[in-house]
Each structure stands twice: as C-alpha cells, then as structure tokens.
C-alpha cells in the first residue's frame, strides 16, 4: 500500500471512529452488499485468499446470508433469524474468481453475485485498458462460468466494454445493457437479471439508465453508492460497501456495521 492510500486510509479511519457512534446499528431488512475484484495471494490490490475466508467467517457469524433475488423478492424473511442480510458481490469477472474466491464461497455456503464485463471475456475491444489496476488480469473463460453459475453463483450484466454510462448518450447506453444481456443469456442459457454500473458513482450512472435498464428486462441494479439497503431502496440504485485489499480485521468488521457509511453521507452531498 502506498504512502498516499495508507494516509487516506487512516483520515478515513478516523472519521470512521466518529461515526460509529452516531450510525444505526444493521437492523432485520437491511441488506448490505459488499463489492470486492479480485481474490490473489500476493497482489497489492487483490484480497488474499486467507483474508477472504476470515471475513467470509465473520459474515456467516454476524449476518444472514442471502442471494439478491430472495431478498428483493423478500422470499426469505429470515423467521426467528432476526440478524440483518449481507450479499458478497464481485465485479468485471476475473479468472482468480474461479481459482480462490469460488471455493471459499463453497465451503462457507455463501451466496455470490458476480457481474461480468463480457467483452472482458470475448476480448478485442480494448476492456483491459479501461480496468485500471486490474487490467492485467486474464478473464474467466466461457466454461468456467457455466461452471460457476451451476455451483450457485448468480451472474450478471457489467455492460460489454466496461464504459462511463454518464458519458454515454442513450442509445450507446442502450446498447451497452441489452449486448452484455445477450451474450451472457445466449452462453450461459439463462436470464440476465441484474446489473453493476461501472465506477458505479452518481456521475457515472446516467439520468436515463435506470429506465433503461427496466426496459432491458433487469430488476435491479447494484452502484458504489455506499451503504445499506432497505426496503425503501430503489432496486436501480442497490448501494454496496467496496473491501480493499488493506483493510485491516476491524476495518472490514468496521465496514459492514456501519461505521463507515459516512461515505454515503459524503457521497450524497459532494
């Protein structure tokens, strides 16, 4: 970790501290979606594996466990389990997925929503170039996402070529959300009902895009908008909680609880 994201790190703790005490505690109904990448030993910003299952560990204890269908369909009101929801999702579709995120979600019976950049997995638009630190990473293969969504991952739309929906006009939207539906429905055999904003921030989203999206035949929509979602949410603009890879135990513990949704604050009004 650098000297710069090690200092904004600690700001961020700080405030974190702060807030804690003024951010309700995660009730039954919430539901909070943390947003991950990539799972590899010895990268500098991938989660390591080892890490990884002790937070999947820690989301198993403190959290009921659910796949986004169940809770937008409220299918699973949890019954005497009053804790509140957490969903593990990850983004682009990194082959290292397959390798170290996978069987941990297996062994901890953990729901995983994943949103792939299906030109990422064809190739030959350029997508890698547009995925910043991650970009030297090779994609999940056809084959392993069959695999993956027989095992009980839920796959998603991350558009084709990874692009600024609030830079594109509405027809290159458009079409960014019904050719990354189609390819995966026509390789996968199964519908595409969800979807992940690239960047994923306010400026990033588009004013149209939710509406196109209902017209493409998604039901909801997952952004970087941080925090927790409740039945008041708008399932186009499903908030998430990002883990990096130098999160500290209790910066991730600190993370899912809430403490650190003064981001969403900060977000709401910059």
């Known amino acids: 970790m650098g000297k710069a994201v090690a200092f904004r790190q600690q700001v961020k703790r700080g405030w974190a501290a702060l807030y804690r005490h003024l951010a309700a505690p995660r009730q039954a109904g919430d539901l909070?979606?943390?947003t991950y990448h990539s799972i590899l030993p010895d990268e500098t910003f991938s989660t390591p594996p080892d890490v990884f299952a002790r937070q999947l560990e820690y989301l198993v204890e403190r959290f009921r466990l659910v796949s986004l269908d169940a809770w937008l369909q409220r299918a699973e009101g949890g019954g005497a389990d009053q804790r509140p929801a957490a969903l593990?999702?990850?983004d682009d579709g990194y082959e290292?997925?397959?390798r170290f995120a996978f069987p941990l979600l297996q062994k901890f019976e953990v729901p995983a929503l994943l949103f792939i950049t299906t030109g990422l997995v064809t190739g030959g638009c350029g997508v890698a170039a547009r995925l910043g630190m991650y970009g030297h990473l090779p994609p999940l293969s056809w084959g392993?996402?069959?695999e993956l969504q027989a095992g009980g991952v839920t796959i998603g739309s991350h558009t084709h070529r990874?692009?600024?929906l609030g830079q594109a006009t509405r027809a290159e939207a458009a079409e960014e959300l019904t050719y990354s539906k189609k390819i995966l429905e026509d390789q996968l055999e199964?519908?595409?009902k969800f979807f992940a904003y690239p960047w994923g921030y306010r400026q990033n989203i588009g004013r149209e895009t939710p509406s196109l999206l209902r017209e493409a035949g998604y039901l909801a929509a997952c952004s970087s908008l941080w925090g927790k979602n409740t039945a008041?949410?708008?399932p186009y603009l499903l908030r998430r909680v990002r883990?990096?890879?130098w999160d500290t135990p209790e910066d991730f513990r600190a993370k899912v609880e809430g403490a650190w949704d003064f981001i969403g604050l900060y977000q709401k009004f910059s």
């Open 32 to 34: 909070v979606v943390l």
């Open 88 to 90: 593990v999702s990850f």
């Open 96 to 98: 290292n997925f397959f």
């Open 144 to 146: 392993q996402l069959r």
């Open 162 to 164: 990874h692009c600024d």
């Open 190 to 192: 199964a519908p595409i």
């Open 232 to 234: 008041a949410t708008d």
């Open 243 to 245: 883990v990096d890879a």
